[in-house]
């Protein structure tokens, strides 16, 4: 144990390089800010904010077999439709953020115009296409889709608005 | 009355008059999902959004299939103009027994139309919103049910085949994969593909994917033919695509036996990338003068290019009056609503005729990374050091101490 000092310095620089490569692989790993874990909104216009990463990586599942890549340098706004999503974010080398869960509520608005006696615009005010059926009194008289934001005239005394299959 | 408060009537009835004949109502989430389980009893809440920000009355009510087993915790109640949303819940309490597959109810709110006001503004109609409930009963033994979603091709050329699979059966399925096979428009198989293996336990649904590099297909319509094999069992399932872009590409244009003041001949080759014949195609060149103006605009005759193959499209130009130099000019290959334009130069001497401009790269897109230069240099550094220490240590010092 001539050499003990040797020794105690060795282990010391081996420890040490250890903890600051530990330290800079942490340093390095890109962070997820929002949307928090298990976000529920039923707004589609999402914020993602994330820090240390350029790509973003949205999916149906947790194991991301078909993710929607979006490369983004900064916080960016994603349109989303109704549904859940599994997202994180990707930085240098390859380091991914964990893996947070988001939900896009589906919301189901029917806004109703009166164009004239008796004739009115129905509009999709929501997030989903919409099947919409119209009555006169308690007849069913008629049955339209409306897609996202499009309006239609048609007459009628009652409308039902459901989302579609 | 005093004066103060005849205004504020006159207001509040001219408010009313001018207010707009709209209704608008909401609800969240269009839909709700439950597994059964025999005697299920859960409650389901929904918000119901007043977008308009009026004063509603509001009826909820079950209908459909499994209305029996629903019971709504707030039949009736009154919205007020400030309330944004309500939060509602109903209850379902299942059978012990339901026949396997989807049931569903749906839960009606309607807002009563709004009779009896001050003003000619109101909508006699009546308008109600849904929330849907689905309840999917497990099919006996094991069960399959699987989509097929053809993502790209991306810029390498690779196409995804992504199948969702749910198991909709009581019992997980143990091994779970496809074959999918390639077909062209002539029923050509081109290529046999296998996906991932996966194992799904009972209601849950995975992704199986299988990757296809397209790059060296020709473009066009082709055929996926996908045979989810789950178990014992098998499924099967067709998606059509297509590889590239119907594309018409010229190739060269060349003007031979040329003089000045005479007609000129534009021979323009153009070749069809697609794997079918593209018909009723022309060309349309546009060549313009030193200040911009539109000087000459000359049409062919149309075409009908067979699939994969080049064709020589003819067009004339009477250069009657036109002095030599160098013109700008556009190209538009039309056909089918679509077309195609290339921006050239031609350049117009006593005997000839040259077209400048044929040819040009297409810059790949990169990634932005920018922001993250910075931190590669600080962990470039970092590292760097570590190992000018480690060096330093294990290849001098330590040497030299241990010397002494």
């Known amino acids: 144990m001539k050499h003990k000092h040797v020794f105690a310095i060795d282990i010391v620089l081996i420890a040490g390089t250890l903890l600051v490569l530990a330290g800079l692989i942490g340093y390095s790993r890109p962070l997820v800010i929002a949307p928090l874990p298990g976000f529920v909104t039923a707004d589609t216009s999402v914020l993602f904010e994330f820090e240390k990463a350029g790509l973003i990586l949205i999916d149906d599942n947790p194991d991301f077999t078909s993710p929607d890549r979006i490369y983004a340098e900064d916080n960016l706004v994603i349109n989303l439709k109704p549904g859940v999503y599994y997202w994180k974010v990707q930085g240098i080398a390859g380091t991914e953020s964990e893996i947070r869960e988001l939900t896009i509520l589906s919301e189901v608005n029917l806004k109703l115009k009166q164009v004239s006696e008796g004739m009115y615009e129905v509009v999709n005010a929501g997030n989903v296409e919409l099947d919409v059926e119209v009555y006169d009194d308690k007849e069913i008289v008629g049955n339209i889709v409306l897609g996202i934001d499009e309006s239609k005239e048609v007459s009628g005394t009652k409308f039902i608005g459901s989302q579609k299959d | ?404």
């Open chain 2, 1 to 404: 009355m005093n004066n103060k408060t005849a205004f504020l009537a006159v207001f509040g009835i001219l408010a009313l008059l001018l207010a707009p004949n709209v209704l608008a109502l909401g609800i969240s989430p269009g839909r709700t999902t439950v597994d059964f389980t025999p005697g299920l009893e859960r409650t389901v809440s929904f918000s119901i959004v007043n977008s308009e920000n009026k004063d509603m009355n509001i009826v909820v009510a079950a209908q459909g299939e499994l209305k029996d087993y629903i019971t709504i915790n707030d039949k009736s109640f009154s919205m007020s103009s400030e309330e944004g949303s309500r939060q509602v819940t109903y209850t379902i309490r299942l059978p012990k027994e339901l026949s396997p597959g989807l049931h569903t109810a749906e839960i009606v709110v309607l807002q009563l139309p709004e009779e009896g006001k001050l003003s000619e503004a109101y909508i006699g109609a009546a308008l109600a919103v849904v929330t849907q409930l689905h309840v999917n009963v497990p099919y006996p033994g094991k069960y399959a049910e699987a989509s097929l979603n053809v993502i790209g091709p991306e810029s390498d050329g690779k196409i995804s085949f992504v199948m969702p699979v749910l198991s909709r059966g009581e019992f997980d399925l143990v091994n779970v994969r496809a074959t999918i096979d390639i077909y062209t428009s002539l029923n050509k198989k081109v290529a046999t593909l296998n996906t991932n293996e996966v194992s799904i336990p009972s209601r849950k649904r995975k992704e199986i994917v299988a990757v296809w590099d397209s790059s060296k297909a020709p473009p066009g319509p082709y055929r996926a033919v996908a045979t989810l094999l789950y178990d014992e069992k098998s499924l099967t399932l067709e998606k059509d695509f297509e590889v590239g872009e119907k594309r018409l590409k010229i190739e060269k244009i060349e003007v031979n036996d040329f003089s000045l003041g005479d007609i000129a001949k534009f021979e323009m080759l153009v070749e069809n990338t697609w794997s079918e014949a593209v018909r009723g195609v022309y060309s349309e060149m546009n060549i313009y003068n030193k200040d911009k103006k539109l000087m000459a605009e000359f049409k062919s005759p149309t075409y009908d290019i067979d699939p994969l193959s080049k064709t020589l499209m003819v067009s004339f130009w009477d250069t009657a009056g036109v002095k030599e130099g160098t013109y700008d000019s556009t190209v538009y290959l039309r056909y089918g609503g679509k077309s195609e334009k290339e921006d050239l130069k031609i350049e117009v001497r006593e005997n000839e005729i040259n077209v400048i401009g044929l040819g040009y790269a297409i810059s790949e897109r990169r990634a932005p990374r920018g922001e993250n230069n910075g931190l590669v240099t600080i962990l470039v550094i970092a590292i760097v050091i570590l190992v000018m220490i480690n060096l330093l240590w294990f290849l001098f010092l330590r040497r030299k101490i241990k010397s002494r």
